[in-house]
Structure formats: structure tokens, C-alpha cells
């Protein structure tokens, strides 16, 4: 791609994360790297100068902003600034803005020429019994992916995560964890531990892996949606969760769309 359609008022990239994130190489943002499709966003804005958008989203793993790779963050600030942009970024959690899940992503708001400075959305609270809501397991036929254990403990962290450590499951600490349906939830991934979140129904004395629906909700879409794309047939079940893991929460989408539209009218 080269030529950009005229007019645009928001341009959204949310490029690879595999040489950022604690999950993959962290090689960094470089021509060599998939961090590095970044820089292909430079080649487009630079070949339409003349014809640039009004508004540019970014969103990636809190890495980005991490000592490690701050430097290149910055350098990509310089870039867009020597186009014209003035940016605002900042390190959201997901529950700032309704959501069931600690997901705690870079966003970052461009715009071109001069504005008005722009201040991101003030914090919404998550409804009560949301996360309780969504996890609702109905199927009585699945069994428990791992044997129901009475004594497991279950302690809220400062994230508002109730969940308890399963001993001599496996050697990996991090797949060692299950979760209660309650209060808030851990970020959903791709990949590793974090890709087969365990959720705790001791009323039915099960521990189950989250769904595809489920995820579907989790990440902030209708629950009618999930379906629509489940019936479709196109994808299995795992890649609808996989496709959950590399997506970015709807409720923090929504309030940022509006927000930066308020900001385009004034």
C-alpha cells in the first residue's frame, strides 16, 4: 500500500507486538523485526504528506513505554512530529473503562497541525457482577480440565483478581494459576499460560478454560456477535480465543473513538 484514500480523519495501527512483548524474542522495533512493520506506517505517511489523516491511533503491549524500548517509542514520537502530529500517550488498564479485564495496553493520539491539546477519556467504573455475567458456565456436559481440588484459596490481588495457585499441577508457575468469575480478570493473550485461562465453578466443583464466547465478551464485544462468528464456521474455537488474545478491548475503543471525535468537532 502507498496511496491513501483522501479525507481520512482517523488512521488506527497496532502493529506486531512479538519483538515487544515479555511473550516473545524482544528484539525490538527494527527492519529485521515484526515490531518492525511500524516502520511501513512511516513509508505511507511519508509517501502521502500531502495527504495525511487528521488523526492517528496507536495501541501495543505496555513494553513499548518500558526502559528497553523507549528509545525506540521516543524516535517514533520525532517521527511523527517532523509530519506535523502532535502526540498524547498513555499507559491504559482496560477497567479504566468498564471492562472485566486487567489489560493494561499503550494508546497513543496523534493529531495534525494545531489543536486543541487532547486529554484522554475520564475512568468509568465496571458494572458489578459483570465478569460473574460473562463467565455464567450453562453446560453441564464439560468436564473439569483439571480435578476440582476443596482446598484451593482463593485471594484478591490489588488488581481485583480473586484467583489460587494449584500446587504440583505443573512446572510452570504461571499455568498454575485458576481464577474465580468475580470481581475483575486477567489480561487474555495469544500465546502462553495467560491463552488458557482456568476459571474456578466451585458450584459445580469444576475448573474450566474460558471459551470462545466467552472470550468473545471478555474482550468487550456482544455476546450475539461472538455467535454470528462462531456459526460462520470459518474459524475453530481456538482461534476465536487466539484471535481475542491479539485484539484490543471494545470498551477502551469506544471511549477513545469518542473522545477523539469530540475533539475533531470543536
Given amino acids: 500500500m502507498s496511496k491513501l484514500p483522501k479525507n481520512i480523519d482517523i488512521l488506527t495501527y497496532s502493529f506486531p507486538c512479538q519483538d515487544l512483548s515479555q511473550q516473545g524474542k524482544q528484539r525490538g522495533i ?40 523507549i528509545q525506540d517509542f521516543k524516535n517514533w514520537i520525532n517521527i511523527l512530529e517532523k509530519l506535523g502530529y502532535k502526540s498524547y500517550y498513555k499507559i491504559v488498564n482496560s ?70 495457585f494449584i500446587p504440583n499441577y505443573t512446572k510452570f508457575n504461571s499455568e498454575n494459576y485458576v481464577y474465580l468469575p468475580k470481581g475483575l480478570g486477567p489480561t487474555l493473550t495469544a500465546s502462553g499460560a495467560n ?25 468487550g464485544f456482544d455476546k450475539k456477535d461472538a455467535w454470528k462468528v462462531k456459526n460462520t464456521n470459518l474459524i475453530s474455537k481456538s482461534k476465536m480465543i487466539f484471535t481475542c488474545g491479539n485484539s484490543i478491548s471494545v470498551e477502551v ?14
Fill in 253 to 266: 475503543l469506544e471511549q477513545l473513538f469518542k473522545s477523539i471525535v469530540e475533539s475533531l468537532n470543536v
Fill in 95 to 164: 477497567t479504566d473503562y468498564g471492562s472485566v479485564q486487567n489489560r493494561e495496553r499503550v494508546f497513543c493520539v496523534s493529531f495534525l497541525g494545531d489543536h486543541k491539546p487532547y486529554e484522554f477519556p475520564p475512568k468509568i467504573k465496571t458494572s458489578k457482577n459483570k465478569l460473574q455475567k460473562i463467565m455464567k458456565n450453562e453446560s453441564n456436559d464439560e468436564e473439569s480440565v483439571i480435578p476440582y481440588r476443596e482446598t484451593l484459596e482463593f485471594k484478591e490481588t490489588k488488581n481485583g483478581i480473586f484467583k489460587a
Fill in 30 to 69: 527494527t527492519s529485521e523485526t515484526r515490531s518492525g512493520l511500524l516502520l511501513q506506517v512511516e513509508r505511507i505517511l511519508k509517501e502521502n504528506q500531502d495527504n495525511l489523516p487528521k488523526v492517528l491511533l496507536l495501541e501495543n503491549v505496555k513494553a513499548l513505554m518500558s526502559n528497553k524500548f
Fill in 195 to 219: 491463552s488458557r485461562l482456568k476459571f474456578c465453578y466451585p458450584e459445580k466443583k469444576k475448573i474450566l478454560y474460558i471459551d470462545e464466547i466467552q472470550s468473545y465478551q471478555y474482550m
